[in-house]
């Protein structure tokens, strides 16, 4: 059972505090491991993939070739139930409308002393997503992690996911298809990321690596920052779920269980101004609970991580959802907006008694890979600015020179950098 | 001396790869030492910040205390030289006004299924800027950190600044007042990453930290990641210069120089079509550099670092600078534009003639915070952007939500995770 925590008692500050303090991460030390592949792969290439897969997913891509046939997608494709795979296509295309609308502008433009200024947006080349096998491997984030890069202009979108036992998922392969992958490799663990960021004989390497996967996965993508740009490290998931005593209790139970039933250590926390509202809740948790085949998971998550907190005045909510920084927040108000304006931190928000955040894991169109961990304080979702980079630049005439020339030789003396300021000084006595 | 390259040599392919792999990092292993310096912060607090004050910058915060006053301050900046001060304020306002081009816009909007989405930005509610002390504390680094931070709208702007024998540099205070910084502390190294990223007695947490820094800075940069932000980690600079035989050698010469004089692992790179050119640069290298205050630094860094390549044709250029991806770029030709629309990557780019870096680095307005070691393959300079995050929302009404839930449904289903169709499937129902 979840903990209550009451905001008019008199130590309710410790809790909250010890509350924003707790540590769900469980780390596992794998770097020298992971070191020890990444070091494999830039030196056997593909025979280290070879022998790595057949070692951890029991399957011979010797024999199969790395690279995923246009064949075994369709042969695939062909297995999937077509109710999921119009499902699928409705995600893909709601995604990829939302995503459109981030495209950045490029500015250029002249100033009052006629130096042209500006930033251009361009692509990535290529983009690499992990995708992890087994239970984790949810076709819903290959459209969130894939769709972004495509709209980006990204030319190759590079996937790779470990088919052990040499089974191929046929939703992540669809889902694929629709989100615009051009290549997919069958390969996993901490050898897929560093073929992705190294490249191999047959996997040319990419310059931004996405994607979620486990201690090891993470800890690859680490070592590889820097020669490759990475996407955030994820955490355990989180929902915060303000509530009045307006909701149907049920509704906002199985909300709640939506994020616990991920992971033992997700954390799903209510906040509601209703005493008896947060008991009626929980009852209707524990009712969910017992008719779901999650159940394991999520009561682990609910009983070990849950919270209830109980306000005075939701309008005095803003202040404890700033604080927490949740990756997800519903706001199941009569007025939603009035409370959105104050809150400055949380990944991605819910608006309303009618918008449970499930939808927006599928088919609403903003990304579902977002900031955890109280994260959300200096980051936001995953998006299409992540797979393209600015470059800035500059154009003086021989008069704008004239015009700010001086101040950058002054500066440049200033800071005994005496090369920089000649490279300023040759142009303007040239005029005189 | 720097290395020629001649694109026509049969083993130009291998020796241009060969550029492309080289290291120029030094980088040592301090994580242990960084780490424990982390661990006293998060421990002792202030106590520690007086310690290690005490014992590497010869100075006693304990009696001065940890932030310096505003009479700390203007008796600083009543020392400066008054054309610096000048210099100073022009750079900020033209700083001021690019980057005020950067803020993003609200995206708000209700699609054909009536379900309202969008995303809003907000700036960080703190953010930390690292000064090194000594030789590398430039008043310029302080106002293209500073500045972008102040345009997103952060409320606090905390630096920390180093002030080895109680030194206090009146060009970096003044930079601070003029970028808007709010509060200044006179600590530095790891410490005062730490201090910023933990918080202390005296000095409150921050929520993203910039700032260049010595590899004991890095490192805690690297290790506080995920408890605040991080901008990326800075390495030693490079500078790409295309110039055709109409330059004048001299100035070209600087440019190259203007880089190298940074560090003697910096990278200056001349790509020309005209051998003779490139000899004639070379010459006005040697020329430059005998009357340079920085000679010692810029020559280690032009002989082992600095290359000449020939190329037939300019035209066939942006190949290699798209492989090299260079922190900075100089298009010295006739109609730059024609080469610049082949440019995928590169951090900042200089266009014509008239347009030395080094004006870049102080007035022009972009950011010189840049990518560098390749890193402008996936990133950008310093930008309003780091500043801020973004937050999705998402309403549905209950007529939206029947148009899109049920594609939410299937897919939850199919992913194994009853609770999130569930948290669907209970508001449908609800309108039969």
Known sequence: MARRLDAKADDFETQFADLLAERRDTTADVADSVSEILSRIRTEGDRALHDLTHRFDRFDTG?????????????????LDSKVREALAQAADRIRAFHTRQQPDTLDYVDDTGTRLGQRWRPVDAAGLYVPGGRASYPSSVLMNAIPASV?????????????DGVINPAVVTAARLAGVTEIYRVGGAQAVGALAFGTETIRPVDMIVGPGNAYVAEAKRQVFGTVGIDTIAGPSEILVVADGANDPAWIAADLLSQAEHDPVAQSILITDDPAFATAVEAAVETHLSTLSSEAVARASWDDFGYSIVLPDLRDAADLINRLAPEH???????PDDLFADIRNAGAVFLGRHTPEAIGDYVAGPNHVLPTGRAARFSGGLSVYD?????????????????IGPAAITLARAEGLPAHALSVALRLEDRE
């Open 152 to 164: 980006a202009g990204v030319e190759r979108v590079v996937m790779t996911v470990p088919t052990p």
């Open 387 to 403: 797979f393209m980079k600015r470059t800035s630049f500059v154009a003086c005439t021989s008069d704008s020179l004239q015009a």
């Open 63 to 79: 024999q199969s070739g790395l690279a995923l046939s246009s064949a075994d997608i369709a042969a695939a494709e062909g297995t």
């Open 329 to 335: 927040l519903e706001l199941a108000v009569a007025q």
